[in-house]
């Protein structure tokens, strides 16, 4: 299975219609790139519909939000090829996610539904109209009696030339759990609470005066205070024990390098003196065995004469 290049896929534009109302200029290293077309639908929307647009209309995906684009341009995969899709580098960069399938059936055609999830920290902001997903083909390699084809089998959207419903009720269906809406959530209780106890700060306002809050506040400070102090107090106790115990554990380990090296050296000193007795020893011998030559030399003269 191969892919094919930048002219090959001119030619079945220009050719075999693989892409209607295709822009042959538009094929970017043996890929087409297909465009935003009319229809969006993004989780956020207001009233939960899709969305038509206008001609360079914008559109913007939230963080945390789900979104199904449709292509402006119809394919037309013929049945020996398939095609892969993605989107461009320089928008997924931005956190766009294409969640949807990422090959076209041999013999599909319509137009293309993208299911894409913004996973930045950022709104994404797209233009109908705007080069947005290339597609790319290969040959299929098929035996000499198969047939492939789109019309067989639960292809239940041939000739898609709009969002379907079903997706968009599959993406509305449960609640939206993204990290962005979970914070969304986070800070608006926040924002809640902080209201509740400003409103019941305002309620006691009668039953306080300033001075009672302060004093409670002073309170609670010195309370923490001397809770940290104590603390503190515990931990030091706890490290000059840890180090008295060390500094004893170290002062055993010192005295006993001590001994053993005292013991090492009284061993090296009688070796010493073992070794120089030796020495000396071997020298008396070798004397005695020069005085016995000479004396048997004398001996064997005075025979001689």
């Not at 013929?78 to 059936?105: Q, Y």
């Not at 299929?140 to 898609?160: A, F, M, P, R, V």
Request: glycine letters at 6%; one cysteine or more.
């Amino acid at each position: 299975m191969a892919f094919l290049g930048t002219e090959k896929v001119r030619e079945l534009i220009t050719k075999e219609g693989i892409i209607k109302n295709g822009d042959p200029n538009r094929v970017v290293c043996g890929a087409y790139e297909l465009s935003l077309g009319d229809e969006v639908f993004i989780t956020d929307s207001k009233d939960k519909k899709k969305q038509v647009l206008t001609a360079k209309e914008q559109i913007t995906i939230n963080p945390g939000q789900f979104a199904l684009l449709l292509t402006l341009e119809t394919v037309q995969i013929p049945a020996n090829k398939i095609a892969f899709i993605s989107i461009k580098a320089g928008i997924k960069l931005k956190g766009l996610i294409n969640v949807s399938g990422f090959h076209v059936d041999p013999g599909f055609k319509g137009k293309l539904v993208f299911s894409v999830y913004n996973a930045g920290a950022s709104p994404i902001s797209l233009v109908k109209g705007e080069a947005c997903f290339p597609i790319w083909f290969s040959d299929l390699e098929l035996t000499e009696d198969e047939k492939t084809s789109y019309e067989n089998g639960s292809h239940d959207h041939k000739n898609q030339d709009s969002i379907p419903v079903k997706y968009i009720d599959a993406l509305i269906a449960g609640e939206l759990s993204s990290p962005s809406v979970l914070l969304n959530k986070i800070n608006s209780n926040y924002t809640s609470l902080e209201a509740k106890i400003n409103s019941l700060d305002e309620a006691n306002k009668g039953k306080f005066n300033v001075a009672e809050r302060d004093q409670k506040a002073n309170n609670y400070i010195a309370v923490t205070a001397l809770g940290m102090v104590i603390a503190l107090i515990i931990k030091l106790g706890f490290d000059f024990a840890a180090l008295d115990k060390g500094y004893e554990k170290g002062l055993e380990l010192k005295k006993e390098e001590i001994r053993l090296i005292k013991k090492q050296f009284c061993v090296d000193s009688v070796v010493n003196a073992r070794m120089i007795e030796k020495k000396n020893l071997m020298i008396e011998i070798d004397t005695l065995k020069k005085k016995e030559l000479e004396l048997q030399t004398s001996i064997k003269k005075g025979k001689s004469k």
